[in-house]
C-alpha cells in the first residue's frame, strides 16, 4: 500500500496529539504490554496453567508462586498469564462477528433507505431493548442441554453470544455514518461518473467510517470480556479448569476470605485490560473526532 | 413533527419492540433447547410424563399455534410455572421485586447525586487534579467488573475491618422485617417506625448500593463532564457572565438545565445496567431479590424462570426508554420539530 504525503502528516499529527493525552498513552503502553503478555505469555509463564501440584496447595502469594497458588497447586499467576490470550481472543472474535454482520445490516439500512431501513433498524432496536448481559445469558441458557451440558465449547458459544448482542452498536454506528457519507459531494460526483453502488460503498463509504469503527472497536475489546466474565459468575460462561479470568474468580470464591488470593488477581486482571481498553478508547475519540480536534 | 404525534411514532414503536423481545424469548424457550418438554418434566421423567407435558403446553402443535396460545398467556400475565418452586413465575418474581426495588433505587440515588455533582465538578475544573481524579473514578467504576467488585467489598469492609455487616441479606439474621406495607424495608421502617430495623436495614443496604451504583455513577458524571464542557462554551453562556451574573447561578442555573438533556438520557439506559449489575450484586450478598431468583433457577435448570426474568426486565427496559425519550422531547424542542 503506498502512504501518500498528506496521510503521514496526518499521522503524524495523531501520534503528536496521542502523546500529548497523558491518560491516553497510558492506556496505549497498558495495551501493549497486554498484547505481548498475550502473544509470549505461554513461553514467559513460570508454570503450566493447567498442572495440578498436590504439594503446593493454597500457598500464599510468595517468591516461589508470586501470586500464590489453588486448591489443586495450580499457580494462579501463570493461570491469569494464560486468561490473556483467552481474552484477546474473545474480544477479537466478538468484534470480528459483529464489525462485519453489524457493518452489512448498516450500510444497507443507510444506503437503501425505505423499508429496508425500517426492517433492519427495528430488529437492531429488539435486541438492544435486552441489556447486554441478561440477552447473552438467555442464549447461552437456551443452547445449554439440560442433561448433556454444552455440546459445543462455551467459551465459543460466549463468543456468539456476546457478538449476537454486540451487532446493533456497529449497525447503528455504520448506518450513520453511512447517511452521513451519502450526502457528500464526492459520493454525488462518483455516482455522476458512473460508479456502481458496490465500488461507493467499498471505495468511499467504508473508508470514511474507520475511525469511529476503531474507537468502538476498542470499547467492545474491553466491554466483551467483563461481559464473558459476568457470564462466568453466573454459571453459563467458560466452565473450569479454563483460566478464563470470570471463570478463576468463581473457582476461588469458595475460598474467601482466607485465601483471598485465588478470586482477588484475576479480577484486578479483568480490571487493568478493560481499564487500558477504555483509556485507549476514550483518548481515541477525542483525537479522531474532527470535531473535538484543536 | 407535533409532540402528539412525536408521542404516537414512540409508542407504536415499543409496541413492535415488545413484540419482538417476546418472540426472542418465546424462540429462545421453546423452540432452541432439544426437548422442552423433558426439560419441564425433568431429566429422569418417563415417556409418559413427558407426552403428558407435551400435551399440557401445547408443544405438539405447530409453531405458530404455540406462539399464540403463549402469548395469549403472556398478555394474562402467565408467564408459566417454576420447575423449582412449582408456583406461578409471575407471582415469584412479584414477590422479589421489592428487594431489587430497594437496592436499585439506592444505587440510583447514589449514582444521581454523585454522578451530577462530580461531572459539573470535574467539567468546571478541566485538567486540574480533581478532574483528573474523579476521571479515574469514572474510568474505574465502568471497567471493574460488578460481582468481583462485590467480593473484594466484602472482603476488605467485613472480613478485614468488619465495618459492615456479613453479607446475609438484607437484615441481620433474626430480625424479622418490618411490617409488609411496601415491602420496601427502609420505607417500612419509618412507616411503622421501627428504629431497630431501620438501622439495620441502611446498614445492609450501603455496601451492595455502592456495588451496584458504581458503574451508573461513573456513566452519569462522564455524561454530565462532556455535556457540561459542550454547553459552557456556548454563546449564552458568555452573555449570562458578562451580565455580571455569579459563577454558580451561571453554572447551576443557565448551563445545568442544557446538560441535563443528555444527561437524563443516560439515567434511564443505566436502568437496563441496574438489571444486569442486580444479578451479580444480589449473587454476591446473598439478596434475596430477583437476581437471586434467577440465579436458582439457572442452576436448577428452571426455563420458565428464567425467560420471566429476561421478559420482565426486557419489558421495564424498553419502558423506561420510552419515558426517558418523551421526556427528551418535552426537553429538547429541536428532537419535536427536527
Given at each position: 500500500?503506498?502512504?501518500?504525503?498528506?496521510?503521514?502528516?496526518?499521522?503524524?499529527?495523531?501520534?503528536?496529539?496521542?502523546?500529548?493525552?497523558?491518560?491516553?498513552?497510558?492506556?496505549?503502553?497498558?495495551?501493549?504490554?497486554?498484547?505481548?503478555?498475550?502473544?509470549?505469555?505461554?513461553?514467559?509463564?513460570?508454570?503450566?496453567?493447567?498442572?495440578?501440584?498436590?504439594?503446593?496447595?493454597?500457598?500464599?502469594?510468595?517468591?516461589?508462586?508470586?501470586?500464590?497458588?489453588?486448591?489443586?497447586?495450580?499457580?494462579?499467576?501463570?493461570?491469569?498469564?494464560?486468561?490473556?490470550?483467552?481474552?484477546?481472543?474473545?474480544?477479537?472474535?466478538?468484534?470480528?462477528?459483529?464489525?462485519?454482520?453489524?457493518?452489512?445490516?448498516?450500510?444497507?439500512?443507510?444506503?437503501f433507505g425505505g423499508w429496508r431501513d425500517e426492517v433492519i433498524m427495528r430488529i437492531m432496536d429488539i435486541i438492544m431493548s435486552f441489556p447486554d448481559l441478561v440477552l447473552a445469558m438467555a442464549i447461552m441458557a437456551a443452547i445449554r442441554d439440560p442433561v448433556e451440558g454444552y455440546s459445543l465449547n462455551p467459551l465459543v458459544g460466549c463468543m456468539v453470544a456476546i457478538a449476537v448482542v454486540t451487532i446493533p452498536r456497529y449497525a447503528r454506528l455504520l448506518r450513520g455514518e453511512t447517511l452521513r457519507v451519502k450526502e457528500t459531494s464526492f459520493v454525488e460526483s462518483a455516482r455522476a461518473v458512473g460508479c456502481s453502488n458496490m465500488r461507493i460503498v467499498f471505495t468511499h463509504i467504508l473508508p470514511n467510517c474507520l475511525a469511529p469503527v476503531m474507537i468502538q472497536a476498542t470499547m467492545t475489546l474491553g466491554s466483551a470480556v467483563l461481559t464473558a466474565a459476568g457470564l462466568s459468575f453466573i454459571g453459563l460462561g467458560a466452565q473450569p479448569p479454563t483460566p478464563e479470568w470470570g471463570a478463576i474468580c468463581v473457582e476461588g470464591r469458595n475460598f474467601l476470605p482466607d485465601w483471598w488470593w485465588i478470586s482477588t488477581f484475576p479480577g484486578v486482571a479483568i480490571l487493568i485490560y478493560v481499564l487500558s481498553f477504555n483509556l485507549l478508547g476514550d483518548g481515541l475519540r477525542d483525537i479522531l473526532d474532527p470535531r473535538l480536534r484543536r | 413533527m407535533r409532540m402528539r404525534d412525536y408521542a404516537l411514532r414512540r409508542l407504536l414503536l415499543v409496541v413492535v419492540v415488545l413484540l419482538g423481545v417476546s418472540i426472542i424469548t418465546f424462540v429462545l424457550m421453546y423452540a432452541v433447547p432439544i426437548n422442552p418438554a423433558r426439560m419441564l418434566a425433568g431429566e429422569k421423567a418417563s415417556e409418559e410424563t413427558v407426552r403428558y407435558y407435551e400435551e399440557y403446553y401445547g408443544l405438539n402443535l405447530p409453531v405458530?399455534?404455540?406462539?399464540?396460545?403463549?402469548?395469549?398467556?403472556?398478555?394474562?400475565?402467565?408467564?408459566?410455572?417454576?420447575?423449582?418452586?412449582?408456583?406461578?413465575?409471575?407471582?415469584?418474581?412479584?414477590?422479589?421485586?421489592?428487594?431489587?426495588?430497594?437496592?436499585?433505587?439506592?444505587?440510583?440515588?447514589?449514582?444521581?447525586?454523585?454522578?451530577?455533582?462530580?461531572?459539573?465538578?470535574?467539567?468546571?475544573?478541566?485538567?486540574?487534579?480533581?478532574?483528573?481524579?474523579?476521571?479515574?473514578?469514572?474510568?474505574?467504576?465502568?471497567?471493574?467488573?460488578?460481582?468481583?467488585?462485590?467480593?473484594?467489598?466484602?472482603?476488605?469492609?467485613?472480613?478485614?475491618?468488619?465495618?459492615?455487616?456479613?453479607?446475609?441479606?438484607?437484615?441481620?439474621?433474626?430480625?424479622?422485617?418490618?411490617?409488609?406495607?411496601?415491602?420496601?424495608?427502609?420505607?417500612?421502617?419509618?412507616?411503622?417506625?421501627?428504629?431497630?430495623?431501620?438501622?439495620?436495614?441502611?446498614?445492609?443496604?450501603?455496601?451492595?448500593?455502592?456495588?451496584?451504583?458504581?458503574?451508573?455513577?461513573?456513566?452519569?458524571?462522564?455524561?454530565?463532564?462532556?455535556?457540561?464542557?459542550?454547553?459552557?462554551?456556548?454563546?449564552?453562556?458568555?452573555?449570562?457572565?458578562?451580565?455580571?451574573?455569579?459563577?454558580?447561578?451561571?453554572?447551576?442555573?443557565?448551563?445545568?438545565?442544557?446538560?441535563?438533556?443528555?444527561?437524563?438520557?443516560?439515567?434511564?439506559?443505566?436502568?437496563?445496567?441496574?438489571?444486569?449489575?442486580?444479578?451479580?450484586?444480589?449473587?454476591?450478598?446473598?439478596?434475596?431479590?430477583?437476581?437471586?431468583?434467577?440465579?436458582?433457577?439457572?442452576?436448577?435448570?428452571?426455563?420458565?424462570?428464567?425467560?420471566?426474568?429476561?421478559?420482565?426486565?426486557?419489558?421495564?427496559y424498553a419502558l423506561t426508554n420510552l419515558i426517558v425519550d418523551l421526556l427528551y422531547g418535552v426537553l429538547d424542542p429541536r428532537i419535536r420539530y427536527g
Open positions: 500500500m503506498r502512504i501518500s504525503e498528506s496521510s503521514k502528516k496526518e499521522m503524524r499529527y495523531t501520534w503528536h496529539l496521542i502523546k500529548q493525552s497523558k491518560l491516553t498513552l497510558i492506556g496505549l503502553i497498558l495495551v501493549l504490554v497486554l498484547v505481548f503478555i498475550a502473544i509470549f505469555g505461554p513461553l514467559l509463564a513460570p508454570y503450566d496453567p493447567y498442572e495440578t501440584n498436590y504439594v503446593e496447595t493454597l500457598n500464599p502469594p510468595g517468591w516461589k508462586h508470586l501470586l500464590g497458588t489453588d486448591i489443586h497447586g495450580r499457580d494462579v499467576l501463570s493461570r491469569v498469564m494464560a486468561g490473556t490470550r483467552i481474552s484477546f481472543m474473545l474480544g477479537i472474535v466478538v468484534v470480528g462477528i459483529a464489525l462485519i454482520l453489524g457493518g452489512i445490516l448498516g450500510i444497507l439500512a443507510g444506503f | 405458530h399455534q404455540q406462539y399464540f396460545r403463549y402469548m395469549i398467556r403472556l398478555l394474562h400475565g402467565d408467564m408459566g410455572e417454576s420447575v423449582r418452586t412449582t408456583t406461578s413465575v409471575s407471582a415469584d418474581l412479584l414477590r422479589r421485586l421489592p428487594a431489587t426495588l430497594e437496592l436499585g433505587l439506592c444505587a440510583m440515588m447514589f449514582a444521581i447525586v454523585v454522578g451530577i455533582f462530580i461531572g459539573i465538578y470535574s467539567a468546571t475544573h478541566r485538567n486540574k487534579v480533581s478532574d483528573h481524579v474523579s476521571r479515574i473514578f469514572a474510568l474505574t467504576g465502568i471497567s471493574v467488573p460488578v460481582f468481583w467488585l462485590g467480593l473484594m467489598l466484602i472482603l476488605i469492609f467485613y472480613s478485614r475491618f468488619g465495618w459492615f455487616p456479613a453479607p446475609v441479606g438484607r437484615l441481620d439474621i433474626g430480625l424479622t422485617p418490618p411490617g409488609s406495607i411496601t415491602r420496601l424495608y427502609v420505607l417500612d421502617s419509618i412507616l411503622t417506625g421501627n428504629l431497630k430495623t431501620l438501622g439495620n436495614s441502611i446498614y445492609h443496604l450501603i455496601l451492595p448500593a455502592f456495588c451496584l451504583g458504581w458503574l451508573q455513577t461513573a456513566l452519569i458524571m462522564r455524561m454530565m463532564r462532556s455535556s457540561m464542557l459542550e454547553v459552557i462554551r456556548a454563546e449564552y453562556i458568555k452573555t449570562a457572565r458578562a451580565k455580571g451574573l455569579s459563577e454558580r447561578v451561571v453554572i447551576y442555573k443557565h448551563a445545568l438545565k442544557n446538560a441535563m438533556i443528555p444527561t437524563t438520557t443516560v439515567i434511564g439506559l443505566s436502568v437496563g445496567y441496574m438489571f444486569a449489575g442486580a444479578i451479580m450484586t444480589e449473587a454476591v450478598f446473598n439478596w434475596n431479590g430477583m437476581g437471586t431468583y434467577l440465579i436458582n433457577g439457572i442452576n436448577h435448570m428452571d426455563y420458565p424462570a428464567i425467560m420471566g426474568f429476561v421478559l420482565l426486565t426486557a419489558f421495564i
